[in-house]
């Protein structure tokens, strides 16, 4: 992503501390989006999004830093200010605290098959799990976090830990949550797996993820197959998740997804999406299709740009 330079700061306050930065990044959208059976089927979306992001390096090397996220949210709840979290870098480990991202949700291909410009696909995992929270934690005001990641040459792993109130204030069967998951590019390959156990502080809710990705050579094409296990929270059910991306013309993708999910109480057990993203240099206009597992269509179109 790239970033625009708030500050840059150079601090001579003692030996060992050789200079500090604070980053603003982060993306603007807007978009029209239909949700067929909604009370108002077609809306305008909008959000914006500062990551808020400090950083120094040590004269030894060793990075720290910290982020914190504002965001507005088409006035709903996600339009706040996240609690914020810490870390610190060094030869390919990272340990941070606070609201972290967890190991579950970090892990690569999860999202992979989202198509449009809202992000969306019906072969996400549809189980409950802790993230990196844009939005505030609500009732669990002093849950804390920590996780870890070590990547070297083409392999990444993370653990996470998260106590839902480590005052032990929170409601009655709040667990800790576990997570662990690994990624690995071989070539043309990328494998994931992933696991959490009781996701977002729900006793036995654990859930588990295994995916694949092949690119084409010379290419930027691709297909990839996702099988989820979305834990008791989302009815024990399964879901497996088929998508690929292909070019078409020259900064324009097609992206596709079938996917299957067994939930007890779907109209259907299928639902695919189909999606396009035009480059435009700077920003990028995408829309998409989607018929889910109520049989209901969704879709969306409008323009993004980062910063």
Same mark, same amino acid.
């Given at each position: 992503?790239?970033?625009?330079?708030?500050?840059?700061?150079?601090?001579?306050?003692?030996?060992?501390?050789?200079?500090?930065?604070?980053?603003?990044?982060?993306?603007?959208?807007?978009?029209?989006d239909y949700q067929e059976g909604r009370t108002e089927e077609a809306q305008i979306d909008t959000r914006v999004r500062f990551n808020i992001d400090g950083s120094t390096t040590t004269d030894q090397g060793v990075d720290f830093g910290a982020?914190?996220?504002?965001?507005?949210?088409?006035?709903?709840?996600?339009?706040?200010? $996240?609690?914020?979290?810490?870390?610190? &870098?060094? =030869?390919?480990?990272?340990? #941070?605290?606070?609201? /972290? *991202?967890?190991?579950? @949700?970090?892990?690569?291909?999860?999202?992979?098959?989202?198509?449009?410009?809202?992000?969306?696909?019906?072969?996400?995992?549809?189980?409950?799990?802790?993230?990196?929270?844009?939005?505030?934690?609500?009732?669990?005001?002093?849950?804390?976090?920590?996780?870890?990641?070590?990547?070297?040459?083409?392999?990444?792993?993370?653990? $996470?830990?998260?106590?839902?109130?480590? &005052?032990? =204030?929170?409601?009655?069967? #709040?667990?800790?949550? /576990? *997570?662990?998951?690994? @990624?690995?590019?071989?070539?043309?390959?990328?494998?994931?797996?992933?696991?959490?156990?009781?996701?977002?502080?729900?006793?036995?809710?654990?859930?588990?993820?295994?995916?694949?990705?092949?690119?084409?050579?010379?290419?930027?094409?691709?297909?990839?197959?996702?099988?989820?296990?979305?834990?008791?929270?989302?009815?024990?059910?399964?879901?497996?998740?088929?998508?690929?991306?292909?070019?078409?013309?020259?900064?324009?993708?097609?992206?596709?997804?079938?996917?299957?999910?067994?939930?007890?109480?779907?109209?259907?057990?299928?639902?695919?999406g189909i999606g396009a993203k035009y480059d435009l240099g700077g920003a990028i206009l995408a829309g998409s299709i989607e018929r889910g597992y109520n049989e209901n269509i969704r879709s969306d179109m409008g323009i993004k740009f980062n910063?």
């Amino acid at each position: 992503m790239k970033k625009t330079l708030f500050a840059t700061t150079a601090l001579v306050m003692s030996a060992g501390v050789a200079a500090a930065d604070v980053t603003i990044s982060g993306y603007g959208r807007a978009a029209i989006d239909y949700q067929e059976g909604r009370t108002e089927e077609a809306q305008i979306d909008t959000r914006v999004r500062f990551n808020i992001d400090g950083s120094t390096t040590t004269d030894q090397g060793v990075d720290f830093g910290a982020r914190v996220r504002l965001q507005y949210d088409d006035g709903n709840s996600n339009s706040t200010t $996240s609690p914020g979290y810490v870390y610190v &870098t060094s =030869g390919g480990l990272t340990v #941070s605290m606070g609201n /972290v *991202g967890t190991a579950f @949700d970090s892990v690569g291909l999860l999202y992979e098959s989202e198509v449009g410009l809202i992000s969306r696909s019906y072969g996400n995992t549809q189980g409950s799990f802790y993230a990196f929270s844009t939005g505030g934690y609500g009732v669990e005001n002093d849950r804390m976090g920590v996780a870890a990641e070590y990547s070297v040459g083409g392999f990444t792993g993370r653990l $996470s830990y998260v106590d839902p109130d480590q &005052t032990a =204030g929170s409601p009655i069967g #709040s667990s800790e949550e /576990v *997570g662990i998951s690994i @990624d690995y590019e071989w070539n043309q390959i990328q494998l994931s797996a992933a696991a959490v156990q009781n996701g977002a502080g729900i006793d036995n809710n654990d859930q588990y993820f295994v995916g694949a990705y092949y690119t084409m050579p010379g290419t930027s094409n691709g297909i990839g197959l996702n099988w989820l296990d979305n834990g008791p929270t989302a009815f024990d059910s399964q879901t497996v998740v088929l998508y690929g991306d292909y070019e078409v013309a020259p900064m324009t993708t097609l992206s596709a997804y079938i996917a299957n999910n067994d939930a007890p109480g779907n109209a259907t057990d299928n639902a695919f999406g189909i999606g396009a993203k035009y480059d435009l240099g700077g920003a990028i206009l995408a829309g998409s299709i989607e018929r889910g597992y109520n049989e209901n269509i969704r879709s969306d179109m409008g323009i993004k740009f980062n910063f």
